[in-house]
Nanobody
Framework: QVQLVESGGGLVQPGGSLRLSCAAS????????MRWYRQAPGKERELVAS????????NYADSVKGRFTISRDNAKNMVYLQMNSLKPEDTAVYYC?????????WGQGTQVTVSS
């Protein structure tokens, strides 16, 4: 079955960096685009970044452009989110997601807290 498992979250000071990872299994990873979303307390889940199946194209929310980088390793079935210059407003649970045959699959999420 399709599984997405995020890791790498934690507590970091403003201005710091974190690298999130998402391990995928149960499907042909290299054939599907991947996305990172986040959800802060009391807010709707929002799209942060997306990457094509081959990794040759990516897109970002305006709020993270220039600070976050999405990447993937199709040999390892992994997708990453490098987050630099973190701000308190980046605090949220971060999820990876893919869509297979019109059905969305989500990971369990990893908490990122940016605080001094």
């Amino acid at each position: 079955q399709v599984q997405l498992v995020e890791s790498g979250g934690g507590l970091v000071q403003p201005g710091g960096s974190l690298r999130l990872s998402c391990a995928a299994s149960g499907f042909t990873f290299s054939s599907y685009g991947m996305r990172w979303y986040r959800q802060a307390p009391g807010k709707e889940r929002e799209l942060v970044a997306s990457i094509t199946s081959t990794g040759d194209s990516s897109n970002y929310a305006d709020s993270v452009k220039g600070r976050f980088t999405i990447s993937r390793d199709n040999a390892k079935n992994m997708v990453y989110l490098q987050m630099n210059s973190l701000k308190p407003e980046d605090t949220a649970v971060y999820y990876c997601k893919t869509r297979l045959r019109l059905k969305d699959f989500w990971g369990q999420g990893t908490q990122v807290t940016v605080s001094s």
